[in-house]
């Protein structure tokens, strides 16, 4: 190969283009972002870009002498808006046209957004400094979705003195993915504080002075922050020939098409590890499955390897840390098996059939979850894993909290 393009420069694209030098490739490497900014972390716009406690500078993932030393062929802030398979080409919004041998795709997500005018959202560096700069003592925002998102969010503007309306449609906030009682524990973290948490609301659209509910309600707002989800940017794929649902469609190599790979939050692949197809959203699974992709597609089809990797993911809300390895969501039960869930400091094993398929972690040092990871990968059955060692039996009623 000698020529290969990555779409995307976020953290997955970038870690495709790091893996394809490092493993010997010195062809031409083209890296396509739709943002004029180098490559920088998401993770912190939520919580420490959102707080003003990092100016933006600290969010870069690599110095431009860094850059500079891969060699790239770097066309930021210019859209990639096609992709025509039969001729290798990847057209961009700038009316150019890249030819590749090999191609990356890692376009990531967009924010799902609500009808009316007005109101922010939370992907790029930009958002968050727009929203920070209005984030002022006494100002009242109204978050749209308890997720991890929003509830980080949240959590921010209540520490700089807003007044938080948190809205969400489900009963339980983050129950589809962390079961019904851990959902019911996180939650209790923003009512302690005086955070105005509605569930089972919808919204229907946003207005100049608010959000209007199903009901016809309006909720006033200063600001409104719409953390409702988000979808795959796989609309310049249209009529490419790739398969897509939900994400561009992949095999457990991560490749979509012959010499097309996919990684990151926009590719759906096949996990051998789990026996599913999933989409990850979370910054540790971009990085890996970038290089692993970059690898894949450098490999001779007989060796290259399944991507199957424990998931992981992390929160900050308030004063609770939160981290989880593998895939919680579809679980059939929940165990505590260290801590106590009323005290906020708790390890929580998820079942999946008969399997052990994750764990979740709050207010516990990284080495009491680590163990958890291990069995994980390693497959480990329900009982073998968990049983002889939960000091508590399976969470009441969480038998059934299978989620999307």
Known sequence: MRRIVVVGASAAGLAAAETLRREGYDGTLTLVGDEPLAPYDRPPLSKQVLS????????????????????????????????????????????????????????????????????????????????????????????????????EAAAVAWRLGCEVTLLEPAPVPLAHAVGAEVGEMLTRAHLERGVNLRCGVTVTEVTGDGVRLADGELIEADEVLVAAGSLPNTDWLDGSGLAVGDGVVCDQYCEAARNVYAAGDVARWHNPLFGQSMRIEHRTNAAEQGMAAARNLLAEPEARKPFAPVPYFWSDQYDMKIQAYGYLRGHDEVAVVEGDLAEGRFVAAYRTGDRLTGALAVGMPPKAIRQWRQAIAKGAGWDEAVASRSPAAAVPGAVGTAGA
Do not use: N
Request: aromatic share 4%; charged share 25%; hydrophobic share 45%.
């Open 52 to 151: 003003a406690e990092w100016e933006p500078a600290r969010l870069a993932l690599r110095t431009p002498d860094d850059l500079a030393g891969l060699g790239l062929d770097l066309r930021l802030g210019v859209a990639a808006t096609g992709l025509r398979l039969a001729d290798s080409a990847v057209e961009l919004a700038d009316g150019s046209t890249v030819p590749y041998d090999g191609l990356v795709v890692a376009t990531g997500v967009r924010p799902r957004r609500l009808p009316g005018e007005g109101g922010h959202v939370l992907r790029t560096l930009d958002d968050a400094v727009r929203l920070r700069d209005r984030l002022t003592p006494g100002r009242r925002l109204v978050v749209v979705g308890a997720g991890f998102l929003g509830a």
